[in-house]
């Protein structure tokens, strides 16, 4: 019986760090707008490259296993050196593999950072767009908890058929949709969120499903739609969450952010480590924002996720003030 199964796309993730690049601000009537720009027409000196794996099926199962608990990956890999290099990474991790494999590319990112560390990612989806629910091994999905993060294509509509299994035998969903799924409104992620015991993400997303602004608006809206709780990000600003009786805020403490790749990784699958140690909430938010700001003083979404008693340590340094009231 695993702790956790976490269902996502898989990724090599290439950093290529470099000093020749501006940051332009752009202002309509939409917004502001920040973009990285790079001279054209010119060969520019990338001063190093760094190779890790990445995607969030791949980062959320690491932090489970550095965690303590016991995982499994679902997802779909290519063929060839990448797919291999991912499989030697969560192998090293003690991750099970339970991944289909197709005759194509692994996912492959190639993250452009800066010395502002102003990141943009150039995201190739490869073989985790194409997980099919035949690809499946429903015998070995024993597990207390389903993680998804984001999937498209027929890969999304296999977690369709996953969230019904869950439900069928009894399987909590721990549920972190992107700003890909989340553009597509409510109705097309409904069969997934109506069962979903956790819900994680960002306020942008949080508005492009709820159609909300104020926080606590968001949360009601989300909640309402069958999440027993929800918990709304917002990178470096106040975090909020609800659950059956309370309504939870907290502000993570300052911090110098190096890469922000994986924090929304880390602060999800360490919300939900913490609620399968305790069951306590608070607990939980703790832990959360201690991982994930472990992640963004470093480089890499994997690299310096702390295992539990580091966790269990960092989040007593951060004195981290929750707020709460009945709801």
């Known amino acids: 019986m695993y702790d956790v199964i976490t269902v996502g796309s898989a990724t090599v993730d290439v950093f290529a760090k470099t000093r020749f690049s501006e940051l332009i601000k752009i202002i309509d009537p939409q917004g502001e707008t920040d973009l990285l720009a790079f001279p054209s027409g010119t060969k520019i000196l ?10 969030g099926g791949t980062n959320t199962a690491v932090a489970f296993s550095r965690l303590g608990h016991k995982v499994a990956f679902l997802g779909k890999l290519g063929k060839g050196t990448n797919s291999d290099f991912i499989i030697k990474d969560l192998s090293k991790e003690k991750i099970d593999l339970l991944c289909a494999h197709g005759e194509g590319n692994a996912g492959y990112s190639v993250i452009l950072d800066t010395l502002e560390h102003d990141r943009t990612i150039l995201a190739y989806k490869g073989a985790n767009d194409d997980l099919r629910s035949d690809e499946v091994p429903y015998k070995k999905l024993r597990t207390k908890w389903f993680y998804f ?3 498209l294509g027929q890969s999304f509509h296999t977690m369709e058929r996953l969230a019904e299994f869950a439900q069928q035998n009894k399987i909590k969903i721990a549920f972190n949709p992107s700003t890909y799924l989340a553009e597509k409104g409510v109705n097309y992620i409904k069969n997934i969120i ?7 993400l960002n306020k942008e997303e949080a508005g492009l499903l709820a159609g909300k602004d104020h926080a606590e608006e968001l949360l009601l809206k989300l909640k309402s739609l069958g999440p027993g709780i929800v918990v709304i990000t917002d990178g470096k600003h106040a975090l909020y969450a609800i659950d ?3 309504m939870y805020s907290a502000m993570p403490p300052p911090v110098r952010i190096i890469d922000a790749t994986g924090a929304g990784d880390a602060f999800a699958a360490s919300l939900l480590s913490g609620l399968l140690r305790k069951k306590d909430m608070e607990f939980a938010i703790r832990l959360g924002v201690a991982n994930a700001q472990s992640v963004v003083s470093h480089y890499g979404a994997k690299n310096i996720l702390l295992n539990s008693n580091e966790a269990i340590k960092a989040m007593k340094k951060l004195k981290i003030k929750i707020h709460k009231k009945k709801i």
């Open 244 to 246: 059956d009786k309370f």
């Open 46 to 55: 990338i001063d190093e490259l760094e190779f890790t794996t990445g995607g």
């Open 194 to 200: 109506s069962s979903t015991g956790l819900l994680v």
């Open 149 to 151: 993060s984001s999937m």
